[in-house]
């Protein structure tokens, strides 16, 4: 490892500027590049999420990692952060923010991550806290700058679930450089571990462009393309599930007819000019295009039976249920979003900076829904009398649920910003502080909201190295798409934005052990929340309640220890617990479905000492079973969920515990060793590498299906499995 990159994480360094007439910056960075000084961020290696073996996405990977994030799934890239949800996380690609698929409702049809990690000079993470710059969400912001290629490059990797190939040039005077990365994934191999029988065909593609081109010192352009194509077909035909307990075991029987065809379709532009006149002020401007095009298609049709057996002999002793269903859906959605936002910055001297934004976004938001599904028999639910348009009467049928909408809407968001920066000493402790704020109105529910938000930082003269960080302020989830959306598939123009109340305070302490550097990160935090909109979550898709109809609070404590577990290269172990519940309608509190409780995780990477080539990296994690296991009541009177009915229902899933290993044999390694030969030579990079995924074979949960016994009206969680131990082989190279 290059020395200069082996600290990503926060140092601090001043230079006392007393009796001198130029003021000396005193400096709050880490050591990559670009500068990133917001005091709450931590900075990750984009070479860590690169050799990292996760299914999800090196980048997110490696942020699951951390204490204060919580995904309890090996196949999505999403992430739920201290007592938030998968909706309140930020995610800047050069500053500009970024949108997820939003009628995603499973871990199977999920696809790639937007962030590509061959692509990436810097990555910063704040669990929360940031600073007004960001946008109006209340859990996180990931930030991510891609990099220019210095001299032309070739990149590539294939494997058994996917492969990529990036490329990139620059021009003899460094003026024009150009990055182009294409990936290809299918995770077929890997949903085959589900022990179902279903043929599954999914497939992601995506293709992303960075190009950048410096006029001269006061002037630069610079272009980011995104494209990606997600298709998900899915044909059950079989599954059989064990569960229950030692002293009644129970199986569940399921045959399938039907199949589920999903596409997601997503597009990104932006144009950014940067306009330096001087050394102290910069102006940018971004302007930027984004288009989601979802359709997610199936017709699935059911029987099931439910068999009891001896716990002793294991023979069947009695059939409890036998029944069928059929789910529907025709659900089509195309988002749209573009606009121009104009940034500037103020530096007068080398530790003050004053930063103003503005950003104006046009919206387009066109929903069609038409989503049932029928049970034959009591024990799912209760069901209504309903119409499937076009097919049957009430009168033929009962239907458990009915959604339909039909929403078409234009709004317009106008949003800025101003705060500023300051870095000085008082006394002889060295000082941080960050006060700024910022506002939004969407003319959709016609709202203005007001977000004041500060950080202070103060780095004592001790002798030990430690730095004392508080940050706080007032932060709104801004609805949008699935806020809006009621549980009948209506938009409701009444919704307003879900208000948080956030007070950290954090400390750092850098130390040497075994002569070696570590540095223990340890946060408090208090979130008060109000206005909220209750949701459960149905697998990983939220499906909100459409009222701001509940009041909530959240708080923890993280902890994470960095450093050369072994000489040469960082690890850390990760720890947090954690406590978020809400009242919904003044009931009382109770947890909400993102109570995480205990968390424990660790990254570790070591390489042979007598073969240095051979290289390993290996994920642990431990988590409490989230309370999203509790079925939801449809009320009898409007087919609707009732998600009150957790009220009655409090019950968690299973713990969550997965190791994933990643074994590294690198054959070329120019930086270290020269290869020779007119062919091998040509190679900067080659290795040859191991995945396994869910090296233990543990069967994980992600969700229960509720059946019920009609006969003793028993209700039985039935588990949804995650996927089972995979061994994945990946060919690396580089020119």
Do not use: C
Not at 70 to 83: A, D, F, H, I
Not at 104 to 130: H, Y
Not at 637 to 658: D, E, F, H, M, W
Request: charged share 20%; no cysteine.
């Amino acid at each position: 490892m290059n020395p200069k990159q082996r600290y990503q994480y926060l140092n601090v360094k001043f230079v006392s500027s007393v009796k001198t007439k130029d003021i000396q910056e005193v400096v709050f960075r880490g050591k990559g590049k670009p500068k990133i000084t917001d005091i709450t961020s931590l900075e990750i290696s984009p070479k860590q999420a690169q050799v990292l073996a996760s299914l999800s996405g090196g980048v997110e990977g490696l942020v699951k990692s951390l204490p204060s994030v919580n995904s309890n799934t090996e196949l999505s890239s999403q992430y739920m952060v201290r007592g938030g949800n998968y909706d309140e996380n930020l995610i800047y690609i050069n500053d500009i923010e970024l949108y997820r698929p939003f009628l995603i409702r499973n871990f199977l049809q999920e696809g790639m991550s937007v962030v590509n990690p061959d692509m990436v000079s810097a990555i910063s993470f704040s669990a929360g806290g940031f600073e007004a710059k960001y946008g109006d969400k209340m859990s996180s912001a990931l930030n991510i700058y891609y990099r220019q290629p210095t001299k032309f490059e070739v990149s590539g990797e294939a494997s058994l679930i996917g492969g990529k190939l990036s490329t990139g040039f620059a021009s003899k005077n460094k003026k024009l450089s150009a990055l182009f990365s294409g990936r290809y994934r299918n995770t077929n191999m890997v949903l085959n571990t589900l022990n179902e029988d279903v043929d599954f065909n999914p497939q992601y593609f995506d293709f992303q462009s960075h190009i950048n081109y410096q006029f001269n010192d006061k002037w630069a352009i610079s272009f980011l393309g995104y494209w990606s194509k997600n298709d998900y077909e899915m044909i059950p035909k079989y599954k059989e599930v064990d569960f229950g307990t030692l002293q009644q075991p129970i199986k569940l029987y399921v045959g399938y007819e039907g199949k589920e065809d999903d596409q997601y379709k997503n597009m990104m532009g932006t144009a950014s000019v940067t306009f330096k006149p001087n050394k102290k002020l910069t102006f940018t401007l971004d302007n930027f295009a984004y288009q989601n095009r979802e359709k997610e298609y199936y017709s699935i049709a059911s029987g099931y039976m439910l068999q009891a057996f001896d716990p002793t002999t294991g023979d069947p002793v009695a059939i409890y249920d036998a029944g069928g269903q059929i789910d529907h859906a025709r659900n089509d959605l195309l988002a749209r979003v573009y606009g121009s936002q104009l940034r500037a910055k103020y530096s007068p001297d080398a530790n003050t900076d004053i930063e103003i934004g503005v950003k104006y976004e046009k919206e387009k938001l066109k929903d069609m829904t038409n989503e049932w599904q029928l049970v034959d028999s009591l024990g799912y639910s209760v069901p209504r009398s309903n119409t499937i348009p076009g097919i049957l009467d009430a009168s033929q049928l009962k239907l458990r649920y009915l959604i339909a909408g039909n929403n078409d809407i234009n709004p317009t968001r106008i949003s800025g910003y101003a705060q500023v920066s300051k870095k000085f000493y008082w006394g002889e402790s060295r000082v941080f502080v960050n006060a700024g704020v910022r506002a939004q109105h969407w003319d959709f529910n016609n709202e203005t909201i007001i977000s004041p938000r500060a950080q202070f930082a103060i780095k004592p003269n001790w002798d030990a190295d430690m730095l004392f960080r508080f940050s706080g302020g007032i932060y709104y989830q801004a609805p949008f798409y699935k806020e809006i959306k009621d549980l009948d598939g209506s938009f409701n123009s009444d919704i307003k934005s879900q208000k948080s109340v956030q007070f950290i305070a954090a400390n750092d302490y850098e130390f040497k052990m075994v002569d070696r550097p570590f540095k223990l990160t340890t946060e408090l935090y208090y979130k008060k929340m109000s206005n909220l909109i209750p949701y459960y979550l149905d697998n990983v898709r939220i499906r909100y309640a459409g009222e701001n109809n509940s009041e909530g609070y959240a708080y923890g404590i993280d902890a994470r220890l960095f450093g050369e577990f072994v000489p040469g290269v960082d690890s850390w172990i990760s720890a947090s617990y954690a406590r978020t519940k809400e009242n919904i309608d003044g009931m009382g509190y109770i947890a909400r479905p993102t109570d995480q409780r205990f968390r424990i995780s660790m990254f570790y990477q070591d390489f042979m000492p007598k073969f240095p080539s051979m290289k390993v990296n290996l994920m642990l994690v431990f988590a409490n079973g989230l309370p999203s296991g509790s079925p939801i009541v449809i009320d009898s009177n409007t087919g609707l969920p009732n998600i009150a009915s957790r009220y009655v229902y409090q019950k968690n899933l299973p713990s969550y515990k997965r190791v994933d290993i990643g074994l590294t044999k690198v054959f070329i390694d120019q930086k270290e060793n020269k290869a020779s030969g007119n062919f091998w030579g040509k190679f900067k990079e080659l290795a040859l590498g191991v995945q396994i995924f869910n090296a233990f074979n543990i069967n994980n949960t992600i969700a229960n299906q509720w059946v019920t016994d009609v006969n003793s009206s028993n209700i039985y969680p039935v588990p949804v499995r995650l996927t089972g131990r995979f061994f994945n082989v990946k060919l690396e190279f580089k020119f």
